[in-house]
């Protein structure tokens, strides 16, 4: 089986091998590593969140560093931690899975990972700055945010310089897949997760560079005298809010899509039956794509737009469910009828399917502009969000992780307490974000450091869920590091029923794969 | 302590799970006070409705498939993998759901956006961290901030518990009020950065833009009185910039405007009042309290790197700063507000004399009402 | 010892995180720079140096490998298609200006005056009653808070001549590219020239215009949206055609030293796409920021 592996595999030794890495694998490492580091970080953050807000009144920080916890939380896990870890996943898994020794382009690929915690140094460094960290929110509105003190430009940077890493990477993943499949591996016979992953790249090309722009027209708005966001220049402060989320609404399905590509992997090898409807998965797929371009401003309707354009990105925003939808049911369809096992990554991906379902509901909700001007910043649309983030994008990453765990490392990780991993996961994660639907329904605005007392016992409920989801992402470590240390040794199909390339490699994955494009056969196509 | 009470509420919330749902808790949406609230509230419920069959389906069938199709029961997988019939079928219902909700969410937002024929119109406009209303038709302006229980309670580690207070951040020093079943034009505005102002009970939130106006309307049926907070970021102090609407019937709506506007008329000429350093001083703190705590502090050191501190400041005890000091909060600069219409001649007197000898800033000045009168028109 | 059917994956290359270090270095001293902070021009410098350096020394281990005959008809590919997904994340760029353009054209500026939901809301009713809405908008809505300006730059003066120049070097970098092919060395290097002192011309006159605008009409950065998004288009849409002609230099040194064969010279085609998109980029401008 390993005939299609490197036979003498040799990996350079030393702080060389990481810092100077041209090899995918340990690209994907890193990028995994980081990603989970920034889980972390922007974890303690939300932590301090909830611990403010266990309690009405203010116990611990005050006002504005609430808010910079707030704005730099979602900084930190959206473009830290979510979008990196999805990343190091398509770094470890798309050159094995279409039969390529490598990314197209290795160096920039080292290159898009180190930019990375540099520019993370840049935006957590503001935390010490006077007049502390940005606290206008992570959708940087002016003109709350040409408030900021010396942390301004140093955003506006790190920004810019998150937004090159990504470009970067999606590059580097479009021009692997069109241009280093292996012999046979045609666009309809790559996996779903590599079809998601080349949609998602498009959509950060497109988007990233908007809000490079946007950033930049807020930069020289605050120290070169222009007037983009000024009235009184003849711009207008909501026109950055469309620029922002004609990013910003792209960029949460830059989040959902490989999660969805995860899922699609994951469901058919445990169910045992092959994926339903592949085609029309990658229909869906692009279409949501697509869509995503025309929705962004029903983050904003209650700017006061036109009824027109009210009307217009109602219709539009709505119309994402049905393509969703067809993805739903082709997971559930697969299924049906299958010879279903529930280990770890099984469990995650169920719980995504139907937790993600329950926040795209509450997105419809949203969606609808007469209703949204009761939802809009309340803490319903915080529990729709992470109920798509969280238990969707997160608990798709985690399902992927310990999927191909056993792939990176050669072990198995330990079974039992990957279950214990899950049930507490999903348990408390609903105590956490399920009462803020009532909260916000009940008339809890978002972005506040304290509350009336008629939020409190919610409040109370959810922060508990909060320290419980929280504290058993600690058991999750130790599960990652006990299995990247030893135990029992992987097979080269870890998975029964799983299907791909990957699969045919051995487990751990040599240092290079596929140097010289492999043959394919029919069994190795499927999926 | 609060965590038992939770432990009850918590059982008496899964035991009586449905009357637990209106009172107290506060689990839903609210029907309001207006036609415009009860139809959103309708839409809302209509939708959330659809939303819990499509769940039930959905995952029911999952469910189902969990259960029945593992393989611990022995079953042997199905080998399909696409069905164009029920793809197309899976397609075509989603679609049907969806221009369900649209046409009613559509004929509801025509309905919003309708101001014409209203008969008062109200201006609320955004400071950080308080509101403005003008009533335009009556040349009425007032201002409504925090209430002060609250401003106390509020504070980093007061000691003080929110429990003491009903409406523990929801109540203000000046309440507006609006009449009844009369169309009342709102129009959002800002003077800084963006705001929201929303009242659950009135169905709707708008955006308070600074450069632009947003209107909206309301004809409240119920006489009572309305919170709401604001509802978009704005700093610091976002979560302390409360609203309360009083809804009237339009007879006591007109007694209440003229005596407001007998008190404004009063305020507008204070420029001869003299006080005593000690009434200065006493009404120099309320004034500094309600009105410059938020940004400056209670102890006047400010915020690092943001808000200066006024302890120490050479602005507030260099004797050749007085006029600077008085045209500074007359004035405002950069990130510091402009007072001069808000506050009379003398509570800005008062103030400055505050800010001149508390803290530590012992200069003994006293400013009487004239300076400031003077001051205004230098 | 790359044969021609493996892929050519580099070894461990140091440049990427020196890369990463400079623009880290560069930003720091833009964050110190605009919060005036003491040393800040120094950090910029370095940073700056280091990143002529991290391209000089990436570039170069590059065309070493290039010429060293490591690159397969695949890698070159690659190299390709990472080239024009390049140059479509620019055109995005552009994008956010050009809509901020198109907003303040179509929505604010008329709102402002009173048009559509400017006068359903009472923007210029309440705020604003004196302001008229026009293109070029000379007189600001707060007129105290930005410098008035006394005219705009009209189309057919000098941005017709920039035209006329940007499209002529479109034509001569095209020929160049011919006669590369045909394996012309003394008409590429004319045409190549010709392509490069096009582009530093073009700049010269957009800097004349900068002097000219700023220096007799008072049209500044402060001078309204009508300053903003003409200053920020056309300075973004300059620093590209430095840069592109810049590239340019490079590659006309790199023929003269014989690099490119007929056959294998992505370098060239390279900086010519991204001429071309310099190109286009400036006809929307002449259109959309000088002419309607
Ligand atoms: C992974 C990220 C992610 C995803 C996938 C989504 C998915 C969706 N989102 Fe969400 N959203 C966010 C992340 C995401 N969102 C974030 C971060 C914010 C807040 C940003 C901020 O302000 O800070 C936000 C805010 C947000 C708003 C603004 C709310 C407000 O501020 O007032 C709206 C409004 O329309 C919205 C709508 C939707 C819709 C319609 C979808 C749809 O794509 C959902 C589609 C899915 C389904 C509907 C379920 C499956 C479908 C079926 C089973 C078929 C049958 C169903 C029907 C016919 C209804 N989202
Ligand atoms: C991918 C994105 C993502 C993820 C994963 C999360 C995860 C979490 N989020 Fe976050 N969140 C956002 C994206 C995300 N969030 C965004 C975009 C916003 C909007 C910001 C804005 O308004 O501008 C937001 C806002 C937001 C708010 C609203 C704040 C407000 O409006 O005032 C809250 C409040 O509860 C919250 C909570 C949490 C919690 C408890 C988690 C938890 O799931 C985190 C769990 C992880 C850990 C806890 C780390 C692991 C453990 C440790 C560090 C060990 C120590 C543990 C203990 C001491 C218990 N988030
Ligand atoms: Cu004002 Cu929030
Ligand atoms: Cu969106």
Redesign the pocket.
Same mark, same amino acid.
């Given at each position: 089986m390993s005939t299609l592996a490197h036979e003498h595999d040799h990996a350079p030794s030393g702080l060389k091998r990481w810092l100077c890495s041209t090899n995918h694998k340990d690209i994907g490492t890193l990028y995994l590593i980081f990603a989970l580091t920034m889980f972390f970080v922007g974890g303690a953050m939300a932590m301090v969140i909830r611990a403010e807000l266990f309690e009405p009144g203010l116990q611990y920080v005050d006002p504005q560093f609430y808010n910079s916890m707030v704005t730099v939380h +979602?900084l930190v896990m959206i473009f830290g931690a979510v979008m990196p870890a999805g990343v190091g996943l398509a770094n470890w898994m798309i050159p094995l899975m279409i039969g390529a020794p490598d990314m197209a382009l290795p160096r920039m690929n080292n290159m898009s990972f180190w930019i990375l915690p540099f520019g993370f140094a840049l935006l957590l460094s503001t935390l010490f700055m006077d007049g502390g960290a940005p606290a206008g #929110?992570? &959708?940087m509105y002016p003109p709350l945010v040409l408030q900021t003190g010396d942390a301004f430009p140093f955003l506006i940077f790190a920004v810019h310089f998150l937004g090159i890493s990504s470009i970067m990477g999606a590059i580097n993943i479009i021009a692997t897949v069109f241009n280093m499949r292996a012999p046979g591996m045609t666009l309809m016979k790559m996996p779903l997760f590599v079809w998601t992953w080349v949609i998602t790249s498009f959509l950060l090309i497109a988007s990233l560079p908007v809000l490079a722009g946007a950033v930049t027209m807020l930069l020289t708005d605050k120290y070169f005298g222009t007037s983009f966001f000024d009235a009184a220049g003849g711009g207008d402060p909501v026109m950055f809010q469309h620029i922002f989320w004609f990013f /910003?609404h792209p960029e949460? $399905?830059i @989040?959902?899509l490989p +999660?969805f590509g995860i899922i699609s992997q994951v469901i058919p090898a445990f169910a045992r039956k092959p994926l339903f409807g592949y085609a029309s998965m990658v229909y869906a797929t692009a279409s949501?794509a697509l869509l995503s371009f025309v !929705?962004w401003a029903?983050?904003m309707? &209650?700017v006061g737009m036109p009824l027109k354009g009210e009307l217009f990105f109602m219709y539009a925003?709505?119309l994402? +469910?049905?393509p969703? =939808?067809v993805k739903?049911?082709n997971w559930m369809a697969t299924m049906w009828r299958g010879a279903m096992t529930f280990e770890t990554p099984m469990l995650f991906a169920i719980a995504f399917v139907i937790l993600?379902?329950i =926040?795209?509901?509450s #997105? !419809?909700m @949203?969606?609808m502009t007469p209703v949204?001007f009761q $939802?809009?910043?309340t803490y319903f !649309?915080v529990a729709?969000?992470h109920y !798509? @983030?969280l238990t /969707? +994008?997160v608990f798709a990453l985690m399902s992927a992780v310990y999927y191909w765990l056993p792939k990176w490392t050669g072990y198995m990780y330990d079974e039992k307490l990957g279950k214990i991993h899950f049930w507490l996961s999903a348990i408390s994660s609903n105590v956490l974000f399920f009462p803020q639907h009532f909260l916000g329904l009940a008339g809890m605005p978002r972005r506040i450091p304290d509350y009336n007392i008629q939020f409190a016992d919610f409040n109370m409920i959810s922060s508990i869920g909060g320290f419980a989801y929280g504290l058993s992402q600690l058991l999750f470590v130790y599960i990652v590091i006990k299995c990247a240390l030893g135990g029992k040794k992987a097979k080269d199909r870890v998975w029964e029923g799983a299907k791909g390339l990957e699969w045919y490699v051995p487990s751990p994955a040599p240092h290079h794969t596929f140097e010289t494009p492999p043959k394919l056969t029919k069994e190795m196509l499927e999926h | 302590m609060k965590l038992k009470a939770l432990f009850n509420k918590l059982v008496s919330l899964f035991v009586l799970f449905p009357l637990a749902a209106q009172a107290e808790w506060g689990l839903n949406l609210r029907q309001g006070a207006t036609e415009i609230s009860q139809k959103v509230y309708d839409l809302h419920m209509f939708t959330l409705w659809?939303?819990v069959a *499509?769940g039930i389906v959905?995952f029911g069938l999952i469910f189902w498939s969990i259960f029945y199709h593992r393989k611990s029961r022995g079953v042997k997988p199905a080998k399909f993998s696409h069905s164009t019939t029920v793809e197309i079928i899976w397609t075509a219902i989603?679609i049907i *759901? *969806?221009i369900a909700l649209a046409v009613p969410a559509t004929k509801l937002l025509i309905a919003m956006h309708d101001t014409s024929g209203s008969q008062v119109t109200l201006k609320a406009t955004g400071h950080q961290w308080k509101w403005q209303y003008d009533y335009l038709d009556e040349g009425l302006t007032l201002f409504s901030n925090l209430d002060e229980k609250s401003q106390e309670i509020r504070q980093l580690k007061s000691g003080l518990n929110p429990q003491d207070h009903e409406n523990y951040l929801l109540d203000v020093d000046q309440p507006i009020v609006l009449p009844i079943n009369t169309k009342v034009r709102i129009l959002t505005t800002s003077n800084d950065v963006n705001h929201a102002w929303w009242v659950p009970d009135l169905g709707w939130k708008r955006d308070a833009i600074p450069g632009f106006t947003n209107d909206n309307w309301a004809i409240i049926e119920k006489e009572g009185t309305y919170r709401g907070q604001c509802a978009e970021l704005c700093g610091k102090d976002h979560g302390f910039m409360p609203i309360v609407v009083k809804a009237v019937p339009m007879d006591e709506y007109k007694i209440w405007v003229a005596e407001m506007k007998a008190a404004q008329d009063a305020k507008k000429n204070t420029a001869n009042i003299v006080l005593t350093k000690e009434e200065l001083m006493t009404q120099g703190e309320a004034v500094y309290k309600k009105v410059c705590l938020a940004c400056h502090q209670a102890n006047g050191q400010g915020v690092q790197g943001v808000f200066p501190a006024l302890a120490g400041s050479a602005v507030a005890i260099d004797p050749a700063n007085r006029l600077g000091h008085i045209h500074r909060i007359i004035y405002g600069k950069n990130l510091m507000p402009a007072f001069g219409e808000q506050l009379s001649d003398v509570e800005i007197a008062a103030v400055t004399t505050y800010e001149r000898n508390a803290w530590g800033n012992n200069t003994g000045d006293e400013v009487q009402a004239k300076e400031v009168s003077e001051a205004r028109n230098k | 010892m790359a044969g021609k059917d493996i892929y050519y994956v580099p070894h461990g290359s140091k440049w990427p995180l020196v890369g990463s270090l400079a623009l880290f270095t560069t930003f720091i001293g833009g964050g110190m720079l605009l919060n005036s902070a003491p040393g800040a021009k120094y950090v910029l410098l370095l940073g700056a140096a280091a990143i002529v350096y991290m391209f000089a020394g990436w570039f170069a281990e590059v065309i070493a490998e290039s010429i060293g005959g490591k690159y397969s008809k695949q890698v070159d590919t690659s190299f390709r298609m990472g080239m024009g997904w390049f140059i479509f994340s620019e055109v995005m760029f552009f994008a956010a200006f050009f809509g901020a353009l198109y907003y303040a054209r179509v929505f604010s500026i008329p709102w402002l005056g009173g048009e559509g939901n400017g006068g359903i809301n009472g923007t210029h009713e309440f705020l604003w009653s004196s302001f008229q809405a026009s293109w070029p908008m000379n007189v600001m809505p707060d007129p105290s808070k930005f410098t008035q300006y006394s005219d705009v730059i009209p189309a057919w003066g000098v941005p017709a001549v920039n035209t006329a120049i940007l499209l002529t070097s479109g034509l001569t970098v095209t020929f160049a590219h011919w006669a590369l092919k045909n394996a012309e060395r003394a008409k590429l290097s004319f045409w190549l020239f010709a392509t490069v002192a096009l582009g530093f011309i073009f700049v010269f006159l957009q800097a004349e215009e900068y002097a000219h605008a700023m220096g007799d009409l008072n049209l500044t950065l402060n001078s309204g949206i009508y300053g903003s998004t003409f200053y920020m288009l056309t300075g973004f849409h300059g620093f590209h055609v430095t840069m592109g002609a810049v590239m340019l230099l490079i590659i006309l040194l790199r023929c003269l030293k014989g690099h490119f064969s007929n056959k294998d010279h992505f370098a060239f085609e390279a900086v010519a796409w991204y001429w071309h998109f310099v190109d286009v980029v400036w006809l929307g401008l002449f259109i959309f920021v000088y002419w309607v």
């Open positions: +979602a #929110g992570w &959708t /910003g949460v $399905y @989040l959902a +999660a949501i !929705v029903h983050h309707f &209650t925003t709505m994402i +469910a049905v969703t =939808g739903v049911f993600f379902t =926040g795209g509901f #997105g !419809v @949203l969606g949204d $939802y809009h910043d !649309v729709h969000f !798509v @983030l /969707g +994008a | 659809i939303m *499509i959905v989603p *759901i *969806i | -």
